[in-house]
């Protein structure tokens, strides 16, 4: 079974803090993405990366950065946490190539609540 | 540029009663479709996709969904449904074979004794 991990399943974080979130996927999968969810907004994409050191901003960026420096690992980076970036962060996978790749697997997620 | 449309956010049923969930989308190339599930404190869960081929595709835990290319829909059903099947539901889409999903603001699917 595919798993993907995140390092936190509850975070309080302070404004102004800089926070790390962490994503560990061990099925070899190139395809590694961030989004964030908030109520009646549905999943929008903050960054994703098709390989390592490689990333491409999604719809919503701003306050955000990545990296990826391992294969399966993903890091989120809130440079400077503010309080509207209070919400449930989940970080997916895929394969790449073939077309089973574009099922994307999930993480738990992480809430995140900013004070 | 694609998008997916949910008109429902909550859907309220009763046990053992037949259910719809809507999805529409706007793309102007091939698309292939997806729902996912998502359960209380959990992370998303694939149900089903559309790829190819037979535009009725059957996933787990009993739903099935029709692809419509005229209607542009991707309408997900279950003929009965269980107390278990409470839960967040998502339709994304994935324009031109392309890795990106853009996902429905979802549905609330509440099912009651």
């Known amino acids: 079974d595919v798993k993907v991990t995140q390092s936190s399943r509850y975070l309080v974080k302070r404004t102004g803090e800089k926070v790390f979130l962490e994503c560990v996927q061990d099925m070899d999968h190139e395809n590694m993405f961030w989004y964030r969810q908030d109520p009646g907004l549905g999943l929008r994409l903050i960054y994703f990366s098709y390989d390592v050191k490689m990333k491409e901003k999604g719809d919503i960026p701003e306050g955000y950065s990545v990296s990826r420096e391992k294969k399966e690992r993903f890091s989120l980076i809130l440079e400077s946490a503010s309080t509207n970036q209070t919400s449930m962060y989940l970080c997916?996978?895929?394969?790449?190539?073939?077309?089973?790749?574009?099922?994307?697997?999930f993480g738990p997620g992480t809430r995140l609540t900013v004070t | 540029a694609q998008s997916v449309t949910q008109l429902d956010s909550q859907v309220p049923v009763f046990e053992e009663a037949p259910v719809e969930l809507r999805c529409n989308y706007s793309s102007s190339v091939s698309v292939y479709l997806f729902w996912y599930v998502q359960y209380p404190n959990q992370g998303l869960q694939l149900l089903l996709k559309?790829?190819?081929?037979?535009?009725l595709v059957k996933g787990i835990n009993g739903f099935e969904a029709e692809f419509n290319k005229s209607q542009t829909s991707f309408h997900l059903r279950k003929p009965s449904v269980h107390i278990s099947d409470t839960a967040e539901y998502f339709c994304?889409?994935?324009?031109?074979?392309?890795?990106?999903?853009?996902f429905g603001t979802g549905t609330q699917l509440k099912v009651e004794l």
């Open positions: 559309y790829l190819s081929g037979s535009t």
């Open positions: 994304a889409v994935s324009e031109g074979g392309g890795n990106k999903l853009t």
């Open positions: 997916a996978s895929s394969d790449q190539g073939r077309t089973a790749a574009y099922e994307q697997y």
